[in-house]
């Protein structure tokens, strides 16, 4: 089963910036799109940031201009500049594709954003 592995959330100030990646543990073929999600407790885990096979991106709102999400081959990025208490989260990688039983999805385990004020 291929895992999809999280690497560079953390501690930062309000004002700062982190990068995440993800890749996946092994070949996934015929992705569509790969991307973030974030939750906080007793909220639904939202769509950060998202980029499709085709270098087409998509952004919530509330991190327009703030972050950006790339990709190189299977890995994917998630660049966050000027942080705030809000972005505060558990990010979480996805990669999805479709095959002839329907949407696949694949998720990371999750790496904790906190930011400090």
């Known amino acids: 089963q291929v895992r999809l592995v999280e690497s560079g959330g953390g501690l930062v100030q309000a004002g700062g910036s982190l990068r995440l990646s993800c890749a996946p543990s092994g070949r996934i073929f015929n992705i569509l799109a790969m991307g973030w999600y974030r939750q906080t407790p007793g909220k639904q885990r939202e769509l950060v940031a998202q980029i499709t096979h085709s270098g087409n991106t998509n952004y919530a709102e509330s991190v327009k201009g703030r972050f950006t999400v790339s990709r190189d081959k299977d890995t994917v990025y998630l660049q966050m500049d000027r942080l705030k208490p809000e972005d505060a989260a558990i990010y979480l990688c996805?990669?999805?594709?479709?095959?002839?039983?329907?949407?696949?999805?694949?998720w990371g385990q999750g790496t904790q954003v906190s930011i400090s004020s």
């Open positions: 996805n990669v999805f594709r479709f095959t002839p039983q329907g949407r696949e999805d694949y």
